[in-house]
């Protein structure tokens, strides 16, 4: 039961080849860890699934990208896309924690306001549900108006993760979500992430072996721009 597809990917930076033809389809309602060393092209090829990486200048694809959406298969870089849908549909969790300058409740209402949900018992009742599933609701009921910068690192996470949530996308991407945090919030993520499965797809890039083998379905080793399964060591 497969939900994205991606065939014989290609991608290079001003002519640097980074993706060599990448040929994997990923399961729905699973947790897979991308790895493999620094450099090799593991956020790119996230970028490629929302197409974040089209603002860089010199930066060329080739291959196909699907998506199934209401269970028909849509090419991702089809001109009828939509790219402000898809960037809803698969949202992006980054290493740094990126909470905007404002308060915690504007950072949540945030995407819902580019969504255009303007109603606000809809946008208050979105929030908190968003938050309880990030696991973070009892820390920040009392504070919502305070600045989200505020917040320790582990909880700007779970903020940016409960942010990410709020449109409830097919596809969650996350680029080493753990690397910045210690060992507690780290502890918290990986709770998270694994909860996520039960709305969301989850592809997660990863450093850590051990983490890995704690929390994904299934392991893929990027090595010379292909994406090689690997196992998980239990
Ligand atoms: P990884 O996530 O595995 O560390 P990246 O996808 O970040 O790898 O980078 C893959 C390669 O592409 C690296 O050589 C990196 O320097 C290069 N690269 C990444 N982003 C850009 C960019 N915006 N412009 C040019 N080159 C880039
Ligand atoms: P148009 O036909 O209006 O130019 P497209 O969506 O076909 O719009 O193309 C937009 C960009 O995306 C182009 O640079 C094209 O090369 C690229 N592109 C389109 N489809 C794919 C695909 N399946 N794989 C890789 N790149 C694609």
Known sequence: NSIIKITDLHFSYNGLKVLKGVTHSFEKNTLTAITGPSGKGKSTFLTTLNRLWEDVPGAALQGCVELKIA???RDVYASSMDIAALRRMVGMVFQIPNPLPMS??????????LAGVKEKDQ???K???ALERAFLWDEVKDRLHSSALELSGGQQQRLCIARALILEPMVL????PTSSLDYQAAGMIEDLLVSLKESCTVLMVSHYLDQ?????DS?????DGKLLLSNISR
């Open 71 to 73: 269970e028909k298969w």
């Open 104 to 113: 915690i409740f504007r950072n949540m209402a945030f995407p819902l306001k």
């Open 123 to 125: 946008v208050q009742a």
């Open 127 to 129: 929030v908190q549900e």
């Open 173 to 176: 991407l996350f680029d080493e």
């Open 212 to 216: 890995v083998s704690r929390i994904a």
């Open 219 to 223: 392991r893929l080793e990027l090595a």
